[in-house]
């Protein structure tokens, strides 16, 4: 069962406790703490709970039930943090919406990717399950993602991220302050893509290891923002609200059969 809270103790990172969530036991995680409020919005009619280092959190009320949406900050060690308190306080499935960079030719700018998997390069994973134990999400959230991107005719593709702890010489980006990427990474955006691999981010593969560690189910969704075929840039995209409208439908609906098949 693991280490519960007590309902009223307020978690030392996020800054809230159980009762807050009311009962909820569904969470949404952007990276993003100025993306929290409005995918709350657009869940249901929603209500702050606290704001604590890269910890945004708001619940939202949707027809299925309470969803707590709350941000995970960059990257694997501030996103285990979170699922461990998420944990303690009896969130069971957790739904990330990022932003990513496509390594393949046939992805565009501001498509959805569904990971049903991931590649460690990060080194949270680690300190929980070994190199080769796998990063994987939950085969119910994948589909139930996939069905409500394809039911909104958003362009999405599902399959293998590279979750890496660097945005710059882990995903060999040569843009940086000293342009150097170590030997070892030299070559492996190459490699990655002719292994089939969709994209680089940065949280994932901590995601779904600490996730299968902790019990809960989790699964990711990502909006492209950088094409890594054409350039290392990041996109600033043409239309931000196609895009979050993208993200809270798809996780929104989701949501509805997800919350609907646990009932
Ligand atoms: N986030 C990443 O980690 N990499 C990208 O290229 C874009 C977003």
Redesign the pocket.
């Given at each position: 069962m693991g280490n519960l809270a007590d309902k009223s103790e307020i978690l030392y990172h996020v800054g809230f406790c159980a009762d807050d969530l009311k009962g909820a036991e569904w969470a949404v995680l952007p990276g993003d703490p100025g993306r929290v409020q409005l995918l709350a919005e657009n869940l249901g009619e929603a209500k702050f709970i606290a704001c604590h280092r890269e910890y945004t959190s708001w619940l939202a009320q949707m027809d299925c039930g309470p969803v707590l949406v709350c941000s995970t900050g960059m990257g694997g060690p501030s996103t285990a943090i979170c699922l461990e308190e998420l944990a303690r306080m009896g969130i069971k499935g957790v739904i990330r919406v990022?932003?990513?960079?496509t390594i393949q030719e046939k992805i565009s700018i501001g498509d959805l990717i569904i990971n049903n998997a991931a590649v460690r390069l990060d080194g949270t994973s680690q300190h929980y399950a070994p190199l080769n134990f796998p990063a994987v999400a939950d085969i119910e959230i994948t589909n139930a993602l996939r069905q409500a991107a394809i039911e909104n005719d958003f362009p999405c593709h599902t399959g293998i991220s590279v979750s890496?702890d660097t945005?710059w010489p882990g995903?060999e980006?040569y843009d940086s302050f000293s342009g150097y990427v170590r030997k070892s990474l030299r070559g492996t955006l190459q490699e990655w893509q002719k292994l089939g691999a969709l994209n680089?981010?940065?949280e994932t593969s901590a995601l779904f290891v600490v996730s299968q560690c902790l019990g809960l189910k989790a699964g990711a969704v990502c909006s492209v923002?950088?094409k890594?075929t054409d350039s290392e840039a990041?996109v600033p995209l043409e239309n931000k609200g196609e895009t979050t409208r993208r993200f809270w439908v798809t996780v929104k609906r989701a949501l509805q059969l997800l919350l609907k098949a646990g009932e």
């Open positions: 990022g932003t990513t960079g890496s945005f995903q980006r680089y981010e940065m923002v950088a890594r990041v």
